[in-house]
C-alpha cells in the first residue's frame, strides 16, 4: 500500500501497526485495541485459501461494527464505498490496514495465491449487522447524516 495513500471515503481510515524487524529472528508486528485499533477487539477472524482468482468476497457493509483489516500475506484489492465516493486500495503490506467503519460497503477482489487476510471486529458476530443488499445499502446512505472519516496512526 502506497505510504502517502491518503482515503477519500467516509467511516475509514487507515491502521499502522508497530513493526519491529530483528534479523534472523523474522518480523513483529503488534496490534494494540484502542491504541493501533481505536476500538475494543470483540472477535478475530483470518481468510485464506483463495485459490480461485476470480473469487470475490465481502460485498456487504454493517450498520454498527468496526473492523480493522489487514493483508497479512500476499495481497488483495480492497474496494470501498460509502454511498458517495468510491475507493479501491491494493492491501500487500502487513503493518498496514484499513479501518472499516459503519456503514461502509467493502468487497474484495484480486487476491495472489498465497494471499492471508486478518479481520479485527469491534464485535462478535450478528446477522441483523450485516446489510447484504447494495440496494438497501444505497438508502440507507443516503438518509444517513454525513459521517467523519476517523484515522488512527501509531508511531512506529
Not at 502517502?4 to 501497526?17: C, Q, T
Not at 482468482?53 to 460485498?59: F, N, W, Y
Not at 464485535?123 to 476517523?150: H, M, N, P, V, W
Request: glycine share 6%; net charge positive; charged share 25%.
Amino acid at each position: 500500500m502506497n505510504p502517502r495513500l491518503k482515503l477519500r471515503v467516509r467511516h475509514s481510515g487507515l491502521v499502522d501497526l508497530s513493526f519491529f524487524h530483528d534479523p534472523p529472528d523474522g518480523n513483529l508486528f503488534i496490534a494494540e485495541a484502542k491504541w493501533h485499533v481505536p476500538f475494543p477487539i470483540r472477535r478475530v477472524y483470518f481468510i485464506n485459501n483463495l485459490a480461485n482468482r476470480a473469487a470475490v468476497r465481502g460485498k456487504h457493509a454493517h450498520r454498527k461494527l468496526q473492523q480493522a483489516i489487514f493483508c497479512i500475506n500476499g495481497a488483495f484489492t480492497l474496494h470501498l464505498d460509502d454511498g458517495r465516493t468510491r475507493q479501491r486500495l491494493l492491501l500487500n503490506d502487513p503493518s498496514r490496514g484499513v479501518l472499516l467503519g459503519p456503514m461502509l460497503w467493502h468487497t474484495m477482489s484480486g487476491f495472489s495465491y498465497d494471499c492471508v487476510i486478518l479481520v479485527l471486529a469491534s464485535a462478535r458476530f450478528s446477522e441483523r449487522d450485516y446489510i447484504r443488499d447494495y440496494g438497501e445499502f444505497q438508502r440507507l446512505s443516503r438518509s444517513a447524516k454525513s459521517g467523519t472519516r476517523s484515522t488512527r496512526r501509531a508511531a512506529r
